[in-house]
T-cell receptor
Framework: GAVVSQHPSRVICKSGTSVKIECRSL??????MFWYRQFPKQSLMLMAT?????????EQGVEKDKFLINHASLTLSTLTVTSAHPEDSSFYIC????????????FGPGTRLLVL | AQSVTQPDIHITVSEGASLELRCNYS??????LFWYVQSPGQGLQLLLK??????LVQGIKGFEAEFKRSQSSFNLRKPSVHWSDAAEYFC??????????FGTGTQLKVEL
């Protein structure tokens, strides 16, 4: 149980385009989803927290107009990187908590974004 | 604010040897503590967690961790390491709003 999927697993796009990443909880209802960014050989940095049906809460320094997060249902959250630039290239990982995971975050497999 | 320190960036052990990965945390209240493992290019898999109760926690893949409040530590241990255990290991502390603060990770290499 407590499986989280992400799609796509990797994406290459041109600079200036927008990219959408999906995060789904497959076997539980995710009341809260988190989006992280991980640079090579570094730890995870929390970007934002999203609760189903409400606006996401962004961490300090994260541009909310650039990283659009939508959590419209209890099983799906999306992260859209708008007007992507090469510096947005990174590994993006989502996680989810809900019932019955409780306080435990379960992570998706991540999405590798490369902006050319 | 909470913080997590993993003092060892890299650790190399021989297959079959015992393993201990260190984790120290700073948090004002009773912490929720987690260990996750990440294989290259993959997401994080939960190994074990501590919320309350017995301070020695058993996890998957033969891992265990011990919560020591006096030392603010939550070290991960395994009595006999397998080659497939080679990965990046992250310790994390749970804060208010279910947020997690991660340590910088320890890269484990297993020599055959």
């Amino acid at each position: 149980g407590a499986v989280v999927s992400q799609h796509p697993s990797r994406v290459i796009c041109k600079s200036g385009t927008s990219v959408k990443i999906e995060c789904r909880s497959l076997d539980f209802q995710a009341t809260t989803m988190f989006w992280y960014r991980q640079f090579p050989k570094q730890s995870l940095m929390l970007m934002a927290t999203s609760n189903e049906g409400s606006k996401a809460t962004y961490e300090q320094g994260v541009e909310k107009d650039k990283f659009l997060i939508n959590h419209a249902s209890l099983t799906l959250s999306t992260l859209t990187v708008t007007s992507a630039h090469p510096e947005d290239s990174s590994f993006y990982i989502c996680s989810a908590i809900g019932q019955p995971s409780g306080e435990t975050q379960y992570f998706g497999p991540g999405t590798r974004l490369l902006v050319l | 604010a909470q913080s997590v320190t993993q003092p060892d960036i890299h650790i190399t052990v021989s297959e079959g040897a015992s393993l201990e990965l260190r984790c120290n945390y700073s948090y004002g209240a009773t912490p929720y503590l987690f260990w996750y493992v990440q294989s290259p290019g993959q997401g994080l898999q939960l190994l074990l967690k501590y919320f309350s109760g017995d301070t020695l926690v058993q996890g998957i893949k033969g891992f265990e961790a011990e919560f020591k409040r006096s030392q603010s530590s939550f070290n991960l241990r395994k009595p006999s390491v397998h080659w497939s255990d080679a990965a990046e290991y992250f310790c994390a502390v749970g804060a208010g709003g279910n947020k997690l603060t991660f340590g910088t990770g320890t890269q484990l290499k297993v020599e055959l």
